[in-house]
C-alpha cells in the first residue's frame, strides 16, 4: 500500500543514486609514463601533447597522437585506457574491450582502469563480468561502499538474493546498521518470497521505534498486502491511539476500509482528512482525486462530488488548489459557463496570482466580447503575474477593439518588453504586428514599419503582417514595391483564395504598372468576395484597376458598386465617375 512502497521506491533511488556516484569515483590515479620509467623524450612529448589535444576538444588530432604513442611504446597501459574509450565512442566495441584489457592487464594495480572497464561491462549490457570486476574493486578498497552499492543492484538485476544479501552484510560492517539497510533487507527477502524474514526485519525496526507512527503504518501495509487483515487493522488502530491527528495514520485506515468494503468508516476517515484546515493540501487534492475516481466508477453523480468540494472549502476557505480542482472538475463535467466562471473567481479571490484561472475566464469573456470585464481583469494581472505576456495581448486586444488605440498600444509596448528567450514567438510576433497597425494607423509610419520587421523577424510568415506591410508599402510615395510584391505573394501562395490578400497584390502589381497582371487577380479577389464584407476598397482597386486597361464602362461600374457598399473615400470616387462616364 501506499506509505510501504514510498519508503521502498525511496530506498531503491538511494541506492540508484549511489551507483551513479561511483561511475566518477577514481579509487587510485594513474601512472604518468615517467612514474613507470619511461624516459624517451619522444614519448613524453606526444603523450602530452595528446592530452592537451583532448583537453581542448581536438579529439580526432588526439586520437592520432596516442595511435603514434603506441609505435613509440607498445606496453603503455595509459594510452591503452584512452584509445579504449576512443573506441568506445566509435561504436568499436571489440576493440574498445580489448584495450580496456591490455590497460589492466599491463597495470592491475591501477584501480582506475578496473573500474572503467566494470564501468564498460555495465553499459555493454555484460553484468556478469561488470559483477565480476567490482567484485574485484571491492577487495582492493574496503572503504568503497559506493561499489558495494553498484553490487547491490548487479545481484538484484540476476536475481541472486543471497548475493543481495551478502553484500548488504558488508555495506552494513562498513557503515553500520540503518533504517536504509534494514528496508532493503526486508525488501530482499520478499523478491525470494521469504515472507517470515520480511516480517521480522520490519517487526524489529518497528520495535526499535515504538513511538514513531510510521513504522506502525508499514506494518499495518505489510500485513494488509500480505493478507493478514485483522492484523494489519489493529497496528492502524494502534498507531491512531498513539497520534490521533497524524493525517498519515487516517490516509492509511482510510485505505484499508475502503478496500475492506466498509464504506461508512472510510468515509469518516475520509472526511477527517478532507475536513481538516491542518491536512496538507497535497494530501486533501490526492483525496478529492479518489473522490472522483470512486465517483465515475459508480455511475459519476457531480452533485455528490460538488458537496464534498463544498465542504472542503467552507472548512478551508483559504485553500485555492481544491478551489481550482473544484473549478476544473465543474469544466470536466461540462457544468454552465456562468458557474464554472464563479467558481474561477473564487480561486482568484484565494490566490489571485493564478495565472491559469485568469487566462479561463479571459477565454470565456472574449467569446462574448466584454471589452470591458477583459480590461479589469487583465490590469491586476499586470501586477500579480508580471512575466505572463499573455494578459498584455488580451488587454491590448480589447483596448483595440474599443478603439481605444494608444491604450492598446501601450499594453502592447508592455508585452514586448517581456520578452526573453523562452517566449513563445507566434505570439511575439502577433504583438509587434499589432503594434505595426496601431502605429500605421496614428500617422507613425517609421515606428510602424519598425515593428513590422521586429514581427517578420520573429516569425517570417506571419501571413496577416506580410499583407499589411506590403500593402502599406505599396500606399508610400516612395514605395519600395519589389518588398512590397515579395511579401504580398507569399500571403497568396498560403492562402490563393484570401480576397483581401488578393487585393493587396493585384494593387501592387497595378502600381508597378503591369496593369493586365493586376486585372488578373483582382478579378479573383471579386470572384472571393465575401457579400457581408464591406468590399468597398476592393471594387475601388478593381475600378482603377480596369480603367488603366482602358475598361472606361467596367471602371465606372465598380467605383458606383464601391459607393453603394459605403465606401469611405466617396468624394474621390463620385470625381473619378463623373471624369470618366460617357
Not at 280 to 309: C, P, W, Y
Not at 517 to 540: V, Y
Amino acid at each position: 500500500m501506499r506509505i510501504f512502497r514510498k519508503h521502498i521506491a525511496s530506498l531503491l533511488a538511494v541506492i540508484i543514486i549511489a551507483a551513479l556516484s561511483a561511475c566518477s569515483h577514481s579509487a587510485s590515479r594513474m601512472l604518468t609514463p615517467s612514474e613507470r620509467g619511461i624516459h624517451s623524450p619522444e614519448y613524453q612529448y606526444f603523450y602530452l601533447e595528446a592530452v592537451r589535444q583532448a583537453n581542448a576538444g581536438h579529439h580526432d588530432a588526439a586520437f592520432d597522437l596516442y595511435r603514434h604513442c603506441l609505435s613509440i611504446d607498445s606496453i603503455a597501459p595509459e594510452v591503452y585506457y584512452e584509445l579504449g574509450a576512443y573506441y568506445s565512442e566509435l561504436g568499436k566495441d571489440s576493440i574498445a574491450q580489448e584495450y580496456l584489457h591490455r590497460a589492466v592487464s599491463l597495470n592491475p594495480d591501477n584501480a582506475h582502469y578496473h573500474e572503467r572497464l566494470a564501468q564498460w561491462y555495465i553499459q555493454s549490457g555484460n553484468y556478469a563480468q561488470a559483477t565480476t570486476a567490482y567484485e574485484h574493486l571491492y577487495s582492493t578498497d574496503h572503504s568503497r561502499t559506493d561499489v558495494l552499492s553498484i553490487l547491490l543492484q548487479l545481484y538484484q538485476q540476476a536475481k541472486d538474493y543471497d548475493q543481495m544479501l551478502y553484500t548488504l552484510d558488508r555495506i552494513e560492517q562498513e557503515d553500520g546498521s540503518n533504517e536504509q539497510i534494514i528496508l532493503s533487507r526486508m525488501h530482499i527477502y520478499s523478491l525470494k518470497g521469504d515472507k517470515q524474514s520480511a516480517y521480522a526485519a520490519l517487526k524489529g525496526l518497528a520495535d526499535e521505534h515504538p513511538n514513531d507512527v510510521n513504522y506502525k503504518l508499514m506494518m499495518g501495509n505489510w500485513l494488509y498486502q500480505n493478507e493478514r487483515a485483522d492484523e494489519a487493522r489493529a497496528m492502524f488502530l494502534e498507531a491512531e491511539q498513539n497520534d490521533p491527528s497524524n493525517e498519515f495514520v487516517a490516509a492509511s485506515l482510510y485505505d484499508f476500509y475502503r478496500q475492506e468494503g466498509e464504506d461508512s468508516l472510510s468515509v469518516l476517515y475520509r472526511d477527517k482528512i478532507l475536513l481538516n484546515k491542518f491536512t496538507a493540501s497535497r494530501t486533501k487534492m490526492t483525496m478529492m482525486q479518489q473522490v472522483i475516481r470512486d465517483n465515475e466508477q459508480h455511475g459519476g453523480d457531480s452533485t455528490e462530488v460538488l458537496g464534498v468540494f463544498q465542504r472542503v472549502m467552507d472548512a478551508d476557505p483559504e485553500n485555492a488548489d481544491i478551489a481550482q480542482l473544484n473549478a476544473a472538475y465543474m469544466s470536466l463535467k461540462r457544468m454552465p459557463e456562468e458557474e464554472v466562471n464563479k467558481a474561477l473567481f473564487h480561486v482568484l479571490d484565494v490566490a489571485p496570482d493564478n495565472a491559469a484561472a485568469r487566462l479561463q475566464i479571459l477565454g470565456s469573456m472574449w467569446k462574448k466580447q466584454d471589452w470591458d470585464s477583459i480590461i479589469e481583469l487583465c490590469k491586476p494581472a499586470l501586477e500579480y503575474n508580471p512575466d505572463e505576456m499573455a494578459f498584455c495581448y488580451y488587454l491590448g486586444l480589447a483596448y483595440y477593439q474599443k478603439d481605444d488605440d494608444h491604450a492598446a498600444l501601450d499594453a502592447f509596448r508592455r508585452g514586448v518588453s517581456r520578452i526573453n528567450d523562452k517566449s513563445d514567438k507566434d505570439i511575439v510576433s502577433d504583438f509587434y504586428a499589432l503594434m505595426g497597425d496601431i502605429q500605421h494607423k496614428l500617422n507613425m509610419r517609421d515606428e510602424a514599419f519598425a515593428a513590422y520587421d521586429s514581427c517578420l523577424h520573429w516569425k517570417p510568415d506571419n501571413i496577416s503582417a506580410l499583407n499589411n506591410y506590403a500593402y502599406y508599402i505599396s500606399v508610400e510615395e516612395d514605395a519600395d514595391l519589389g518588398k512590397a510584391e515579395t511579401m504580398s505573394l507569399k500571403t497568396i501562395v498560403a492562402e490563393p483564395n484570401n480576397t483581401t490578400y488578393l487585393d493587396t497584390y493585384a494593387w501592387i502589381l497595378y502600381k508597378q504598372e503591369r496593369y493586365m497582371e493586376a486585372k488578373q487577380f483582382i478579378d479573383r479577389a471579386i470572384e472571393n468576395m465575401d457579400s457581408t464584407e464591406n468590399n468597398a476598397t476592393i471594387l475601388d482597386h478593381a475600378g482603377d484597376i480596369y480603367l488603366a486597361c482602358d475598361e472606361r464602362q467596367e471602371a465606372v461600374r465598380f467605383w458606383r458598386r464601391a459607393l453603394d457598399e459605403g465606401s469611405m473615400d466617396a468624394d474621390v470616387i463620385r470625381k473619378k465617375i463623373k471624369k470618366y462616364e460617357k
